[in-house]
């Protein structure tokens, strides 16, 4: 049973930091691409960034660039997203997922049905 388990949301003030982690089982973390995707209410689910295997690659999208960084650490299953300065356009829910590109490469665009595993979400509310 693959699983996926995020953790290290909360309600914060803009411009502070927050360090997402999403711990995988289950599955062998080498072996997959990773992404981090949010939803606020009332909006789709839109990817953030992704990495890919050994993570050599990393991808944004425009409005992270340079505020967020992906990481991973095959050896201890874990995937992490450091978020800076953050603003209240950033409050989602959070959602790690793992891609076991079966059917496309992997790039920030790659939608949420080509993910094959997902966690739970954690909640990152920014307060103006």
């Known amino acids: 049973q693959a699983q996926l388990l995020e953790s290290g949301g909360g309600l914060v003030q803009a411009g502070v930091s927050l360090r997402l982690s999403c711990a995988a089982s289950?599955?062998?973390?080498?072996?997959?691409?990773m992404g981090w995707f949010r939803q606020a209410p009332g909006k789709g689910r839109e990817c953030v960034t992704a990495i890919s295997l050994s993570g050599s690659n990393t991808y944004y999208r425009d409005s992270v660039k340079g505020r967020f960084t992906i990481s991973r650490d095959n050896a201890k299953n874990m995937v992490y997203l450091q978020m800076n300065s953050l603003k209240p356009e950033d409050t989602a829910v959070y959602y790690c997922a793992a891609d076991r590109l079966t059917r496309a490469p992997l790039t920030v665009f790659t939608t949420p049905d080509e993910y094959d595993y997902w966690g739970q979400g954690t909640q990152v509310t920014v307060s103006s």
């Open positions: 289950g599955l062998t973390l080498s072996r997959v691409a």
